[in-house]
């Protein structure tokens, strides 16, 4: 069986080598912010990772759309994005910050109709660049903060956690736009954005199911 490692206790020069992005290695995970964990690929398709830390819900930044293991019912969101140069981060970071709001705010009720027992991961292949970029992008708009602090926040909990030059471009201009693709005068106007507790719907754009 495989062990549980954090970023922590990794050495990044044995873990996290160039590869392709579904390349087998130990899971890793990390709280950011209280319900919010970053993580490997491997953690994503960890059954035993995802049991111990109480997942509900997984956003992926890959490649490719990972195995989530179908019998835990978690809600699953795939963005595909390369971690290049070519990426486009901001149309992908909008509606990934908006998911992560709600789910932190509502997720599935819970006892309390607050949504106590959900637990989001996000993750890429390694835990660093794409999905260290919306973390980070969160943190931004959650904290109202520039690409710095955000950073310095989820290095204190994740330090191996580097978005790729052009990603930190795209962050950075994300904290000029108010943390919204729309705010603009030259852009349109922001759509309502009504979240549920299994799809997002952008009104005039029909709705996006979470894959169960």
């Known amino acids: 069986m495989a062990p549980l490692i954090t970023s922590s206790n990794l050495n990044s020069r044995d873990h996290f080598k160039e590869c392709d992005c579904h390349d087998h290695r130990h899971p890793n995970i990390d709280e950011i912010y209280p319900n919010l964990f970053l993580g490997n690929l491997s953690a994503a398709q ?26 835990l019912h978690i809600k699953h969101k ?24 709600w789910i932190l705010k509502n997720g599935d009720g819970g006892l309390d109709g607050k949504g106590g027992r959900s637990k989001v991961l996000v993750h890429c292949c390694m ?15 959650l904290e109202r903060c520039g690409y710095e602090q955000a950073l310095e926040k989820v290095k204190g909990h994740r330090h ?14 994300w904290g000029r736009m108010r943390y919204s693709p729309w705010c603009g005068e030259d852009l349109p106007k922001p759509k309502k954005v009504v979240v549920e507790s299994e799809w997002v719907e952008i009104e005039g754009g029909g709705e996006d199911e979470w894959e169960m």
Not at 160 to 173: C, D, G, K, Q, Y
């Open 46 to 71: 960890s059954a035993e990772t995802l049991t111990e830390h109480g997942i509900t819900h997984i956003i992926s930044v890959t490649s490719r759309p990972p195995s989530i293991p179908e019998e």
């Open 127 to 141: 835990g660093k660049s794409r999905s260290g970029a919306v973390v980070v992008g969160y943190a931004m708009k």
């Open 78 to 101: 795939y963005f595909e994005i390369q971690d290049d140069h070519k990426a486009d981060l901001l149309a992908v970071l909008p509606e990934a910050v908006l998911r992560l709001e």
């Open 160 to 173: 191996i956690v580097r978005p790729n030059s052009h990603f930190v471009e795209l962050l950075r201009a």
